[in-house]
């Protein structure tokens, strides 16, 4: 590397930060934290001599307008903002009024409206979110107009004074057809105009009496995304196709609920309030949880991700061992049916087919709803193999080819006090893995007894407590079941360190009150590839050197953790910093990779491959 030249500009100062940063994918950390700064002196080393010119193949954007923005992102993940806000439509109702036509029409959902400018159609477009009936007009059949007079006269009307003032638009094929006023009403068949129609003879056609105060009012939403689609009060519309009877549309108020794309000051300011509001609670469930690890030292704690609900004031901390294999245990099977061939011999409860049974089901119930006679609710009393259990009481008859359900553990036999919170004794429960039952003894069994209840309305779920609130409590002779599957190792042991145990002043708990929080792994791995060319180094060996590429990336990736983007340019980085690299060139991937909230990235070494690269 030839010497480098000293220039202590303010532009050279900055730009050498920038690409440090970009190099190394690391965030400014402005918050007395420091930055992390990897092989400081080499990197350093190598993007000065990139800037200055002497490594005329530098694949490095430096002055890039996007490192300001990147900078920010990688920052805004460290306080749960994944991403900028992206602008967002405005949306408005709009007032359509109706004109001379003689059918039903209906303004289709996807009806669009041109928002002029300065009187000429623009590109600013409000499409309607709903379908709404645009009614036809009262229709009137005619009798005779007596010539040169300006009265009409209906066979059976029904004319009203309520008429006076309304439009009348006649259309019987002669020069005199067009739209005139009511100026008097006469009777329930004959009504007055204002101006002489000067017609003879009977009139086969019919005339339409229309309110043009009338209006329908829909809901719309602009295409444009912005600021910019943002109309006011009173603002004039014009269909962009043909609409019948169409005479005017207007906003009949404010458009509402659009934004511009959030700016870098805008997201700043979010971090900050981000911080100030959840980072004492962030922080003490990373303080608490990194690091734990089960008393065999088998599992330990090294990533913790936390997604936070605010509307149900819920706080999914997500952990992550370094395993893709979840602890969980299941009971029952979660109120799943079963009819594979199912028979019932006395007491003898078995499956041939499905085999779901395990010797942890005993102490849990089944429903049976139908097999000869057998129906009825049973407690899974002994098991014998993973295809046959014993129930008690013993079913008295035998059945075959029987509909059964698993219904899980009783947690609940009601009283007079009508109980609502039931504990099920076993955290953290695994979301979305559970069905709750409900039986009431003293009207026995029915198509809808015992019936599955709905969460959210009938009940609610506490994960992190393992307990279940009913929306109504329970009252003498009904009961509650539930099957579910619930974490255990490390999971179980992370959920006592939030909630706390009694007894223990080792483990107080660090939930804070009001707040529902459970422990669960990551919501799923997703799998990096990457090819890579490299040039190597005089005096290096190929092979050598792509070995150590392909190590170090898996090594790399693997490490991550929870993060939203695997940056290109991190990788681009973790390549360069293997001894004996010249320089590389990626074919998979060619831009950063999104990721999924609570997702993990993982690799191996049959993911990476390392070719050489030429130039």
Not at 439 to 462: C, F, H, K, R
Request: charged letters at 20%.
């Amino acid at each position: 590397m030839s010497k480098i030249v000293p220039d202590t500009s303010q532009e050279i100062t900055d730009n050498l930060w920038n690409a440090f940063l970009l190099y190394s994918g690391m965030p400014v950390m402005d918050d007395n934290e420091g930055a992390i700064l990897y092989s400081a002196f080499e990197a350093v080393a190598e993007i000065a001599a990139r800037i200055t010119g002497d490594i005329a193949s530098a694949q490095l954007a430096v002055g890039d307008d996007n490192l300001k923005g990147r900078d920010l992102a990688l920052r805004a993940q460290r306080y749960g903002i994944r991403e900028k806000q992206k602008a967002k439509a405005y949306r408005c109702y709009l007032e359509v009024r109706r004109g001379v036509f003689n059918t039903a029409y209906n303004l289709e959902i996807g009806t669009r409206f041109n928002v002029p400018s300065d009187g000429v159609s623009s590109s600013l477009v409000y499409r309607t979110t709903e379908l709404v009936a645009y009614t036809s007009a009262t229709i009137i059949n005619l009798t005779t107009v007596t010539a040169g007079s300006n009265i009409v006269v209906a066979s059976a009307g029904p004319f009203t004074a309520n008429d006076v003032g309304k439009k009348v638009a006649i259309a019987l094929g002669t020069v005199n057809d067009g739209l005139y006023t009511i100026i008097q009403y006469d009777s329930v068949t004959q009504i007055r105009l204002d101006a002489n129609m000067r017609i003879s003879g009977t009139a086969t056609n019919s005339l339409l009496i229309i309110d043009t105060n009338e209006y329908v009012t829909v809901s719309a939403v602009c295409e444009t995304p912005g600021e910019v689609g943002r109309i006011s009060h009173g603002a004039v519309l014009d269909p962009v196709s043909n609409i019948p009877g169409f005479v005017a549309c207007a906003a009949s108020a404010d458009a509402y609920g659009g934004w511009d794309v959030e700016s870098d000051d805008a997201l700043i300011e979010r971090m900050r309030r981000a911080k100030d509001r959840t980072s004492a609670i962030l922080y003490a469930y990373d303080n608490a949880l990194m690091g734990l690890e089960t008393d065999d030292g088998s599992s330990r704690i090294y990533n913790v991700y936390v997604e936070e609900s605010w509307a149900t004031h819920t706080h999914a901390i997500r952990i992550y061992d370094g395993s893709q294999v979840l602890a969980e245990e299941a009971l029952g099977k979660s109120g799943s049916t079963f009819n594979n061939g199912v028979s019932v011999v006395g007491a003898a409860f078995t499956d041939g087919v499905d085999t779901p049974f395990l010797e942890s089901q005993i102490g849990e119930y089944v429903y049976i709803n139908h097999g000869e006679g057998a129906a009825g609710i049973y407690e899974v009393a002994t098991y014998t193999t993973s295809n046959e259990i014993a129930l008690s009481p013993a079913p008295t008859v035998v059945g075959s080819s029987v509909i059964y359900y698993m219904i899980g553990k009783r947690i609940g036999v009601g009283d007079t006090k009508l109980i609502k919170y039931f504990w099920l004794g076993d955290t953290p429960v695994k979301a979305s893995s559970y069905t709750v039952w409900f039986y009431d003894s003293s009207i026995g069994l029915s198509a809808a007894n015992p019936v599955q209840l709905v969460e959210g309305t009938e009940y609610w779920m506490n994960l992190g407590l393992g307990r279940v609130e009913l929306a109504t409590g329970l009252d003498t002779n009904q009961s509650l079941y539930v099957a579910y599957s619930h974490r255990t190792g490390i999971y179980n042991l992370a959920q006592k360190v939030i909630n706390g145990e009694s007894g223990n002043a080792d483990r107080k708990g660090v939930r804070a009150l009001g707040i529902h929080a459970y422990i669960d792994g990551p919501t799923a791995f997703s799998t990096v590839t990457v090819n890579v060319g490299i040039s190597v180094k005089q005096n290096y060996t190929v092979a050598d050197v792509q070995s150590r590429v392909q190590l170090r990336l898996v090594s790399f990736i693997n490490s991550l953790g929870f993060i939203h983007e695997v940056y290109l340019n991190q990788l681009i980085r973790e390549v360069m910093l293997v001894p004996g690299v010249a320089n590389c060139e990626f074919y998979t991937p060619t831009a950063d990779t999104t990721l999924g909230a609570g997702v993990i990235p993982v690799t191996t070494s049959n993911d990476i491959e390392v070719v050489e690269w030429t130039g």
